[in-house]
């Protein structure tokens, strides 16, 4: 291999590497926090978790708490797990909450809204998505994880 090639795959590898360093900027911005939580169906007070559209708000996991998301039945995605903490202001207080509809978790800092399907922005000001947990479902216990 001669010089002009060894110095064409140098150019094009530094291009790469510095291609996959600007990914950096569209992580969630959320802290991250350990999370090791398990929900119990077969418990009274989670019983309307059987059903999607439902959800359950865990106040003391995450950063401001977590929302479990019951999105359909029999698949192994049924549930999602998201951070309620806002991705516009992650270092502020601004903890999210359902609206009306209980289609969007909506921010009251900065009014950003986030699907609860998926947690991707509907409305900005906020330009990242919602920080998601590992959710996986074992008989009648979820597991909410990272």
Known sequence: MGYKST???????TLLLSATNCNR???VPIPYVMVNYTVYLSNPSNAHLRVPGNYLVLPDEGNLGIILYRRTLGNPDDFIALDLTCSNEPLEQCKLAMDSTGFYLVCPCCRSEFSIWDGLVAKGPAK????EYATSIVGNTVRIYN
Do not use: S, V
């Open 25 to 27: 900027e569209k992580q």
């Open 128 to 131: 990242w998505p919602l920080r």
């Open 7 to 13: 110095r064409y795959i140098f150019i094009l590898l």
